[in-house]
């Protein structure tokens, strides 16, 4: 199999797992939860789930009718939420470059690489079809934001280290499972909440197979793998940072209560975290001992942070009734 040149961080302990050696003692665990993925992942038709018969011409070239943010139902939460769930999704490629290069594309995980890839490419098709179908948002402004996005690439924050990677994905999995589901929950359109959950659901099984893999590596690696949780947690990133205004956006999104620091601290973090046992988990040296402990003095802050966040948002919505009722 192709796999990862040896990387040397200062963060990977007296243990001596390179990467390398990573990559082939979890070999089997990724062969054995691929197995289980494929057995579980039911096919599903992207077409299935547009409704076709809301489209119709555009201007421009076939002289249709120009798009207008009347045309449709979706909210404005929604609208700015779903652009930025697909532009995420777009940038596909450069996901694929950066795990290819990581993980290798032979042997289980190549075939695992090559899978997730595929499966991550209709998430991006279904909602641009479904947006484009029901005019959900200005398909100009769309395109030279897919444009723009894609142009700059992404480069992970993780490449240096595959537990990093590892870890990185399986909390980013369930943060875009939670982001689609609630992007359905607010977007005013039953039609794109029935397409979102569909799309959350493949995600939920993404986390879980990284999820997975990061218990076998807790198991192989105990201080390596707590050290690459500690700084994954505490430096996350959403993989979307990139994407243009996306500071406002997820300012909105937040706001909406699609995704912001209480949601990412409560059913992102914690449910991984909870499910690994990472906070009990025993049998650590030195160096995991301080990795843990960093993780849980961060996780005590995230949490107050999220409690002021949730004062400031309850103030903002309670402002925004007020003019709504006086005026
Ligand atoms: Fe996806
Ligand atoms: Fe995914």
Not at 167 to 195: M, W
Not at 228 to 248: K, L, Y
Not at 274 to 291: I, K, N, Q, T, Y
Request: charged share 25%; hydrophobic share 40%.
């Amino acid at each position: 199999m192709t796999i990862a040149p040896v990387q040397s961080s200062p963060s990977l302990g007296s243990s001596g797992w390179t990467d390398t050696r990573l990559i082939l003692a979890l070999e089997e665990v990724v062969e054995k939860e691929l197995n289980r993925h494929l057995g579980v992942a039911k096919e599903w038709m992207p077409h299935e789930f547009v409704p076709w018969s809301q489209g119709r011409d555009f201007d421009g070239v076939l002289g249709g009718e120009a798009w207008n943010v009347e045309q449709s139902q979706v909210t404005p939460l929604g609208r700015v939420s779903l652009v930025v769930n697909l532009l995420t999704e777009d940038n596909l490629p450069s996901y694929h470059h950066e795990i290819a290069t990581m993980f290798g594309r032979e042997g289980a995980w190549g075939t695992w690489v090559h899978r997730w890839t595929a499966e991550e490419g209709r998430h991006g098709i279904a909602i641009r079809d479904f947006l484009l179908a029901t005019r959900a948002v200005d398909p100009i402004e769309l395109e030279r934001a897919r444009m723009s996005h894609m142009s700059e690439g992404f480069e992970s924050d993780n490449s240096h280290s595959m537990l990093h990677s590892v870890a990185y994905v399986a909390f980013q999995e369930l943060a875009t499972r939670i982001s689609h589901r609630n992007t359905g929950k607010y977007a005013g359109d039953p039609l794109c909440d029935q397409l979102l959950a569909k799309i959350a659901n493949d995600e939920n099984l993404h986390m879980v197979f990284y999820r997975n893999l990061l218990k076998a590596a807790l198991e192989i690696a105990p201080d390596q793998a707590m050290r690459a949780i500690a700084d994954v947690v505490t430096n996350f990133r959403m993989p979307g940072h990139g994407i243009p205004g996306f500071e406002r956006a997820a300012a909105q999104i937040a706001i909406g209560g699609v995704y912001n620091l209480r949601i990412h601290h409560d059913d992102v973090l914690q449910p991984v975290l909870r499910h690994l046992r990472v906070m009990e988990f025993g049998g650590l040296g030195p160096e995991g001992l301080v990795a843990q402990n960093e993780l849980g003095v961060f996780l005590d802050g995230l949490d107050s942070q999220a409690r002021k966040f949730e004062e400031r948002q309850a103030a903002l919505l309670a402002r925004r009734e007020a003019r709504r009722n006086a005026g």
